[in-house]
């Protein structure tokens, strides 16, 4: 028997029932509204922190390594006679230097490109101390020259910072305050423009003849009088590189062979003015730690094997190579 509702009743049920589609319509929206939304702002939350930091990372990943530098060539044992073309071209980078106005950027790369030649020992000194000279033209000093691949002048933006820009151009912080004559760090003002480096700085010893040559790239800049390992503890040869948290200033010291520990303040204090850690890559050196490069107070140790194996200098040029290494950046090579 079928059921019979009254028409009343009948318009009441579809009314309840419309009321029933409209709310179960509403609340799939709101569920759609929510999933995609609530859902999709915790995703947004996440991209703004976690994100970046992956593709940051994946960047820093894709990037090529950065080339290891190939230094000039020098001869160690220069010939016994002069060479001729050598001398020509001596003569030239000093016309060069001597011309109205001095062309000291052709004279330096010229002077560069002779040095690999070979040639008598008074010859490779005649044309290192020229490129020494030149150096404190065009690279000591605040004077950009044109076309000089190796400096340049940068204009200071709002928020730079020396530290910062010096990370950029790959040199220490402190030679951009040596060079411009910057008091104090915080003394970089926006709108200034300064004198920078395109670096890294290089370093390569010879332990024939107790000598530190140092290069800009590959461009030969001055040498340095060394002192070196003793007999047994010799420092070893091949290819170094500045420690990321190798450079600091007099710092304390516990001599391995006695265990005694040194503070700056100390009478005998043996590692002078600027400490520049090393870590091994190639040949001996190869995952060799404890090395450094250090001044001293003794100058008659310098041109001597008396050390356990640290490259010394005078305090002087430690201060000097000190501010021109960069970490991670900057090589040291060894060389017999």
Request: proline share 7%; with cysteine; aromatic share 8%.
């Amino acid at each position: 028997m079928a059921l019979y509702f009254p028409r009343r009743m009948r318009g009441r049920r579809r009314r309840t029932q419309r009321r029933i589609y409209i709310i179960s319509a509403l609340l799939i929206i709101a569920v759609v509204i929510v999933f995609i939304y609530g859902l999709g702002s915790s995703g947004e939350d996440e991209g703004e922190t976690v994100q970046p930091v992956i593709e940051s990372e994946a960047k820093e990943e894709m990037q090529p390594p950065e080339p290891e530098p190939v230094l000039l060539e020098v001869a160690s044992e220069p010939t016994s006679e002069p060479n001729s073309q050598v001398a020509m071209l001596i003569a030239e980078a000093v016309e060069l230097v001597d011309a109205k106005p001095p062309k000291i950027i052709e004279a330096r790369d010229r002077l560069n490109e002779v040095l690999p030649m070979p040639m008598s020992g008074r010859q490779q000194a005649v044309v290192k101390r020229q490129l020494s000279e030149l150096a404190n033209k065009w690279l000591f000093s605040r004077v950009v020259f044109p076309q000089d691949r190796l400096c340049g002048a940068y204009e200071v933006e709002q928020g730079d910072q020396l530290r910062t820009i010096g990370r950029r151009f790959k040199v220490p912080y402190e030679i951009l305050m040596q060079i411009n004559k910057i008091a104090r760090p915080e003394a970089l003002r926006a709108g200034e423009t300064i004198k920078v480096i395109n670096g890294p700085f290089h370093v390569r010893v010879y332990r024939s003849s107790f000598t530190m040559d140092l290069y800009l790239q590959n461009t030969f800049v001055r040498s340095f009088p060394v002192g070196l390992g003793k007999p047994g503890m010799e420092t070893p040869t091949g290819l170094w590189a500045v420690k990321s948290d190798g450079k600091l200033i007099s710092p304390t010291w516990t001599d391995p062979m006695s265990g005694k520990t040194y503070e700056p303040e100390d009478a005998d204090y043996p590692l002078g003015s600027r400490w520049i850690g090393l870590e091994g890559l190639k040949g001996e050196a190869l995952g060799r730690t404890g090395f450094a490069i250090h001044g001293t107070r003794i100058p008659e140790e310098i041109g001597t094997a008396g050390s356990q194996g640290c490259i010394r200098l005078l305090n002087g040029d430690a201060i000097l190579v000190y501010n021109l290494l960069v970490p991670e950046y900057s090589r040291v090579e060894v060389v017999e």
